[in-house]
């Protein structure tokens, strides 16, 4: 795979080291499965900079940004609305989970980060 370069603001990456350190509940469940290659042997980052915005987790040959959206979301979807269709524009994919679905259905959650990897390799093999 191909590794593409997403530029980003360095003044971010106190940030981001921030947010590591503090990560809510359910950052860490999903943490838990995407960290050390454990799915799929993809090699995740967390708390991400790209552009001028933070993800929750990326994976650059994948081009794929995962969100928990908890309560730091709510009452700001149209911000997290424009940040994702710019960062698509990059050429990112986005899957979003809710924060009480990671706590209460996080095998599914799983399930879905994998389906959308198997997904990916089908179409990247052809």
Same mark, same amino acid.
């Not at 980003?8 to 990560?23: C, D, G, Q, T, W």
């Not at 009452?75 to 524009?89: A, F, M, S, V």
């Given at each position: 795979?191909?590794?593409?370069?997403? !530029?980003? *603001? !360095? %003044?971010? &990456?106190? &940030?981001?080291?921030?947010?590591? *350190? *503090?990560?809510?509940?359910?950052?860490?469940? @999903?943490?838990?499965?995407?960290?050390?290659?454990?799915? %799929?042997?993809?090699?995740? /980052?967390?708390? &991400?900079?790209?552009? *001028?915005?933070? @993800?929750?987790?990326?994976?650059?040959?994948?081009?794929?940004?995962?969100?928990? #959206?908890?309560? $730091?979301?709510?009452?700001?979807?149209?911000? #997290?609305?424009?940040?994702? &269709?710019?960062?698509?524009?990059?050429?990112?994919?986005?899957?979003?989970?809710?924060?009480?679905?990671?706590? /209460?259905?996080?095998?599914? @959650?799983? %399930?879905?980060?994998?389906?959308?990897? #198997? #997904?990916?390799?089908?179409? $990247? $093999?052809?």
């Amino acid at each position: 795979m191909r590794r593409k370069i997403i !530029p980003y *603001n !360095p %003044k971010l &990456k106190e &940030k981001a080291r921030e947010l590591r *350190n *503090n990560s809510t509940f359910t950052e860490v469940m @999903v943490w838990n499965y995407l960290k050390n290659k454990q799915i %799929k042997g993809y090699d995740f /980052h967390r708390q &991400k900079p790209l552009y *001028n915005y933070i @993800v929750d987790f990326f994976y650059n040959e994948l081009m794929l940004a995962i969100e928990i #959206d908890g309560e $730091s979301h709510y009452g700001n979807e149209k911000h #997290d609305i424009r940040r994702q &269709k710019r960062l698509e524009n990059l050429g990112i994919s986005f899957l979003r989970f809710d924060d009480m679905e990671v706590r /209460h259905q996080l095998d599914k @959650v799983i %399930k879905r980060i994998e389906d959308w990897i #198997d #997904d990916f390799e089908k179409k $990247s $093999s052809r």
